[in-house]
């Protein structure tokens, strides 16, 4: 890395844009010493997504398809970055073993925990699904028990409209059930029959 900092190097000072959300994608950069702040603009204040440290990457879809930048990318502390265009990476994935075998260890990495987020987000996604599909279902047919505490509608047969309606698989239909459960949106309960209901507080 001290190498290629020789020859592609560039500081910025802490509070330095190294590039705004927009700009044209033009480099790729490396982080050689310090840390880079990602952030997407939110109004008038801009959001953090990530702060990142030596020795990852950032705005690399400049060797990709040279897409307007999505995010800025601040100094978060006095930094020393690698910075190559296009035509420089190429030649470094080419020519340089090690460079090229960090660089695929460093995407394999960050497609890693983009598959990580796609999955918490699609889980998120299902579970708000359900919860959404559950009140309207208890709004038109819940009914309310003897305690005037709970309203409820039979789990089995909204389990079987909500199948029919969505194609989800038994797996998934469960799975968003019990994450419901588990943070307290909704409750199953039984009555002197066995017949189970999903259940929300009146209280």
């Known amino acids: 890395m001290s190498k290629l900092f020789e020859s592609y190097g560039v500081s910025f000072r802490k ?47 400049a060797i990709v398809n040279q897409a307007p930048r999505s995010a ?26 090690h460079f090229a075998v960090n660089v695929i260890r460093m995407l394999s990495e960050r497609l890693r925990k983009a598959d990580q987020v796609i999955t918490s987000l699609n889980r ?14 208890m709004h038109k047919n819940g009914k309310e028990d003897k305690s005037g505490q709970w309203l ?8 079987q409209q909500f199948l029919s309606q969505f194609a989800w698989s038994s797996s998934l239909f469960e799975s968003a059930i019990q994450a419901l459960l588990e943070d307290k ?12 209901y999903i259940s929300i507080s009146l209280l």
């Open 15 to 61: 509070g330095e844009v190294v590039f705004r959300e927009g700009d044209k994608a033009d480099y790729i950069y490396l982080i050689h010493r310090g840390k880079i702040r990602i952030s997407i603009s939110s109004g008038s204040s801009e959001e953090e997504i990530q702060l990142l440290g030596e020795p990852e990457f950032f705005g690399e879809m």
């Open 72 to 97: 800025n990318a601040t100094a978060a502390e006095d930094c020393e970055l690698i910075r190559m265009d296009k035509e420089s990476f190429d030649r470094n994935v080419k020519d340089n073993h």
């Open 124 to 137: 998120q996604d299902r579970k708000q699904k359900l919860y959404a599909a559950i009140l309207k279902n």
């Open 152 to 159: 409820l509608i039979p789990y089995h047969e909204f389990y």
């Open 185 to 196: 949106s909704i409750y199953l309960k039984k009555n002197s029959d066995g017949l189970e």
